[in-house]
């Protein structure tokens, strides 16, 4: 297979740029690397440097380099956000869906235990949602019940919070401009960050009313920030960096260090080479584990490594921005040949050295230590013995490890006192699990409807490959970007739908009229607090459309109404069987239909819908799916909380279970 082509390799922009060593060389071309190669002969690592030194000294001459924004004091907290996670508003650590209220406290606990706290958070809202009706972006903040106290009660933890902004959201309910919108809700909410969804860097309108709503706010993009840009953008991802075999260096913050940068590689299992390049440019990570819905968990062995080097980072973050910078320093001949590189941040009688093991196998080196101070092993946190200034220290197989050499009376109570543990490499697998089906006795059905027969059915779904994945697994794994046709094209499944017993479809939807009659009698109201309000609320039945479906009900509001009128949601393999006969109907305008799908694998909700909806977002294919669809198309819908799951493009129908003798 063409490299080019194979998703399992990197593309040829995301591959390590190679630094030409000769004196006279022309440099420019480093502008638009990602990552700097290093030759893997240990010999070239001198002129290696002098190269890069020089690369830095023209670059910043070529693009008339200012650093004025990187000595604001409001912004001097990118540089120290090492560790940022992504996060789905309605993950199960973060939200509550018994008491429908936010958790923060059990999201921040969780981070601290497993990887030794989150600097940062974004709080990611509307993609893969956005698109099923009308909302756009910032209703799906706005609308949030408690949002601005989630970001007080996170900055009292001492975490800095994002916001994402999308700039493919076009097609939605227009209101003011993007700038104006945003810098609304950074003010606000008082925002820390913008994350710029599938943008490299924002544009200068946009970060300037960003900085008069609120000075301090960085702006953080996706991927390879411009090099002309960097003096604007305090932070930017590591997205898509493959390394070389001999680690290099990391382009955009080796030009500048205090340009915070988050390596992420989100559909990968394993987590080492970037923990490691973060580690040897003294730059941070992304965590994301729910990936639009998908999980992709770090093993326990990745957790620990970032836990123990985060440990170090915020510590000796001074040196890190400050220190003097060596890539590659010398470590003697044995230490290359066993797979071991290091990096040196050197400033006064203070002396930083982290160190990489690229082998499989345990590595025992003696590196020189300068200065007269004690020397302790980062991994351990042990005091170590010099010898004729080296001190020999371990590092795992495919692992990090360090050396700090503390100048006198320096504060040492940061360094880990507990044994690092043989903690497990593999991927922990988290399977979603169906919410079991509400029991219904068997009754006769008191709408037209079809009748689905007992016994096996084999059904073809077909379904649009998102981000979301179908019911559990990412879609995407080890992949590094996914494009189309692997993105957004239609794929098939089979499933098979066994029913122990005869199941009586609602030909049609619940109507508004249907729905008001079991408000009017039960008193109904919203079952999830929040959000706009409905307008079936308040509505008479005689105000209803007999002919329209009902919308903005939340599955707990039509698993009320079933309740109410003795059935229960059809499942979505009941749904389809049903819809593939004669006499199916769908009521106007055509909304999706909810079915008994519930899903959850303990931080994310989700079900599939059915039908389709008059109702599409044109503009970007990264909106929900849309338009009337066959009966054999199902879209995973990630469940928002809060009232949020309430949409004008959302209705359902009901289903009863059939004695045998009514069926025949």
């Not at 840009?229 to 932070?235: A, E, I, T």
């Not at 075999?245 to 970037?274: K, L, T």
Request: glycine share 8%; with cysteine; charged share 25%.
């Amino acid at each position: 297979m063409d490299d080019d082509l194979d998703p399992l390799v990197p593309r040829p922009l995301d591959r390590p740029t190679v630094v030409p060593l000769e004196p006279d060389a022309d440099l420019s071309g480093l502008d638009v690397g990602k990552i700097l190669a290093a030759p893997d002969d240990p010999a070239l690592w001198p002129r290696w440097r002098e190269s890069l030194t020089r690369w830095r000294d023209e670059a910043r001459q070529r693009h008339d380099y200012d650093d004025s924004l990187y000595r604001r004091p409001e912004l001097a907290w990118a540089a120290d956000c090492f560790v940022v996670s992504q996060v789905w508003l309605w993950d199960e650590l973060l939200y509550d869906w018994d008491n429908h209220t936010f958790t923060p406290e059990r999201l921040l606990a969780d981070a601290q235990e497993r990887f030794g706290g989150f600097d940062g958070v974004v709080l990611w809202h509307a993609y893969p949602v956005i698109g099923v009706d009308d909302r756009n972006q910032w209703d799906f903040y706005r609308d949030v019940d408690g949002l601005a106290e989630l970001v007080r009660t996170l900055h009292d933890h001492g975490v800095r919070v994002f916001v994402d902004y999308n700039p493919w959201d076009v097609g939605t309910r227009r209101c003011g401009d993007d700038a104006s919108e945003l810098a609304a809700l950074v003010a606000d909410l008082e925002i820390d960050g913008v994350f710029l969804d599938t943008l490299k860097e924002g544009g200068g309108s946009l970060l300037a009313s960003l900085d008069a709503a609120r000075p301090g706010v960085a702006a953080e993009g996706e991927s390879t920030v411009a090099l002309p840009r960097v003096v604007d953008h305090p932070l930017s991802w590591a997205q898509w960096f493959a390394d070389s075999p001999v680690p290099g260096v990391v382009r955009s913050h080796f030009y500048e260090r205090r340009h915070q940068m988050h390596h992420v590689r989100r559909w990968h299992r394993d987590h080492g080479e970037e923990l490691q390049s973060a580690w040897l440019n003294g730059i941070g990570v992304m965590v994301w584990e729910v990936v639009f819905g998908a999980w992709v968990g770090w093993s326990d062995r990745d957790a620990q490594v970032l836990r123990r080097m985060v440990r170090a980072q915020r510590a000796l973050s001074h040196l890190l921005r400050d220190g003097e910078w060596t890539p590659l320093a010398d470590l003697g001949a044995d230490a290359a040949e066993l797979g071991v590189f290091g990096s040196t941040f050197t400033e006064g009688d203070e002396h930083l050295l982290t160190l990489v093991n690229r082998g499989h196998t345990a590595a025992t080196v003696r590196v020189p230590t300068p200065g007269t101070g004690p020397a302790f092993d980062l991994w351990t946190g042990r005091e170590l013995s010099r010898s004729a200034g080296t001190v020999e220290v371990g590092i795992p197989g495919r692992g990090v490890g360090g050396v700090w050499v503390a100048p006198s009376g320096h504060d040492r109570s940061w360094l880990p006192e507990d044994s690092p543990r043989e903690d497990a490499a593999g991927f922990t697998h988290r399977l979603a699990h169906r919410v079991p089906t509400p029991d219904v006795a068997p009754s006769r059905p008191t709408v037209p409807h079809l009748t689905v027969p007992s016994g096996t059915h084999v059904l073809t779904v077909r379904y649009r490959c998102r981000e979301t994945g179908m019911y559990e697994g990412a879609p995407f794994v080890d992949e590094w970007k996914p494009l189309p046709p692997r993105l957004h094209d239609l794929r098939t499944l089979e499933r098979v739908a066994v029913l122990d017993r005869p199941i009586a479809v609602a030909a049609r939807e619940v109507s508004e009229r249907e729905f008001a009659e079991f408000v009017a009698a039960t008193g109904h109201r919203p079952a999830v607090p929040g959000g706009r309000t409905p307008a079936w609320a308040g509505r008479t039945p005689a105000e209803a459309d007999p002919q329209r479906p009902v919308t903005e009900v939340d599955l707990a509001d039509a698993r009320a109404y079933a309740a109410w009128s003795g059935s229960r949601l059809p499942t979505e393999d009941e749904w389809q069987l049903a819809a593939e006969q004669s006499g199916f109907e769908r009521l106007v305008p055509a909304v999706w239909n909810l079915t008994e799908s519930e899903h959850t694998d303990g931080r994310t909700r989700f079900m599939m819908l059915k039908g389709g909806a008059d109702h599409r977002s044109e503009g970007s294919s990264w909106y929900f799916d849309g338009g009337v669809r066959g009966p054999d198309f199902a879209a995973k819908y990630l469940v928002p909380g809060l009232g949020l799951g309430r949409s004008t493009s959302i209705g359902f129908r009901v289903a009863w279970p059939v004695a045998d003798e009514d069926h025949r």
